[in-house]
């Protein structure tokens, strides 16, 4: 029904900065809530930002505040992540997640589509 494809990860320097895009096919973006979820090596995966499906109203966890802004283009079908002042924690695969309601989540199981993910790698 809807596919999700990331783009924009990478290598960078930190203190650098990377934009992360995520398009979705169909002409439905504009109902789905929307979110940025990062998985580190090793580790579990986590919310870092979330919109909701007009843009009005975001999250931005706080290891990320003041550093990260989640936007969304619906004329364009297309979230982004713009990520700022990077550090070297904060590599990992980063993921867009679809979820079919007004309101987003927290919760990673509550969203109903995925990207395949892009890797962000972020060096000292």
């Known amino acids: 029904q809807v596919q999700l494809v990331e783009s924009g990860g990478g290598l960078v320097q930190a203190g650098g900065s990377l934009r992360l895009s995520c398009v979705a096919s169909g002409r439905t973006f504009s109902t789905y809530a929307m979110g940025w979820f990062r998985q580190p090596p090793g580790k579990e995966r986590e919310l870092v930002g979330a919109?909701?499906?007009?843009?009005?109203?975001?999250y931005h966890a706080d290891s990320v505040k003041g550093r990260f802004t989640i936007s969304r283009d619906n004329a364009k079908n297309t979230m982004y992540l713009q990520m700022n002042s990077l550090k070297p924690e904060d590599t990992a695969v980063y993921y867009c997640?679809?979820?079919?309601?007004?309101?987003?989540?927290?919760?990673?199981?509550?969203?109903?589509?995925w990207g395949q993910g892009t890797q962000v790698t972020v060096s000292s």
């Open positions: 919109i909701n499906r007009s843009g009005g109203s975001s």
């Open positions: 997640a679809a979820r079919v309601s007004y309101y987003y989540s927290m919760r990673p199981g509550e969203y109903d589509y």
